[in-house]
């Protein structure tokens, strides 16, 4: 399978403790973005990579989300300290870079924080 | 809040009847894209308009675009029971340099077999 894939497909934490999802995009793809959704909503963006830079991440996004893209392959989002409002599907997605390119998903993880 | 909204929320139809989804957006765009997604998926990619297109259609998908009144509308002709799933169009913005896509809320469909 050549397609997005995102590790792990669920997480059920305790508020406070730490995670991490990772996420894996098409390997020519250069651009990889990671989006939060929730219940009846819509995608929300976090933030976005181009290779390995990170080059924009949301105003919403606390100071407790970080994410990496070492060398501009796989991605890491980890969330400290979670609260039960971080509960919701993390979604990873990628594109080839252009403005006009459509992006490709992955089935998500979803995040419960009990 | 969200760029695009879609209307309606909620539709309900019969198999073999066609779905007319419509989003409405804020900003200036460079295209806009409706996504498709099943329960507890990721969202995939239907079609793309670009802001100088005003139709655009793909199989049983027809996709209009009016820059003027910053809304596009998705039909979905004959549509199936495996045509159910929520639907979100995603627009970027001319004025942004990540080509981020920016998504509404979505309207869920559901086909009655």
């Known amino acids: 399978d050549t397609g997005v894939s995102q590790d792990p497909r669920h997480k059920i934490t305790k508020r406070g403790q730490n995670v991490t999802f990772r996420c894996d995009p098409i390997s020519e793809h250069n651009r990889l973005y990671w989006y939060r959704q929730t219940l009846g909503q819509g995608p929300e963006f976090l933030t976005y990579?181009?290779?390995?830079?990170?080059?924009?991440k949301s105003r919403l996004l606390s100071d407790r989300f970080s994410a990496e893209r070492p060398k501009g392959s796989f991605s890491t989002l980890e969330i400290q300290r979670t609260e039960q409002g971080d509960s919701a599907m993390y979604l990873c997605?990628?594109?080839?870079?252009?403005?006009?390119?459509?992006?490709?998903f992955g089935s998500g993880t979803q995040l419960s924080v009990l | 809040s969200q760029q695009g909204e879609e209307d309606p929320q909620a539709l309900s139809i019969q198999e073999g009847e066609n779905a007319t989804m419509n989003c409405s957006y804020k900003?200036?765009?460079?295209?806009l894209q409706w996504y498709r997604q099943n329960s507890g998926r990721g969202l995939v990619h239907l079609i793309l308009?670009?802001?100088?297109?005003r139709e655009k259609h793909s199989g049983r998908l027809r996709v209009t675009l009016d820059t003027s009144k910053k809304s596009s509308s998705l039909l979905i002709t004959a549509s199936r029971a495996a045509d159910t799933a929520s639907y979100f169009c995603?627009?970027?913005?001319?004025?942004?340099?990540?080509?981020?896509?920016?998504f509404g809320d979505g309207t869920t469909l559901t086909v009655k077999p």
């Open positions: 990579f181009q290779n390995e830079a990170q080059l924009e």
């Open positions: 900003t200036s765009i460079n295209n």
């Open positions: 995603a627009t970027v913005e001319v004025y942004t340099n990540a080509g981020k896509s920016t």
């Open positions: 308009i670009r802001s100088n297109e």
């Open positions: 997605a990628s594109s080839l870079g252009s403005s006009n390119e459509k992006l490709f």
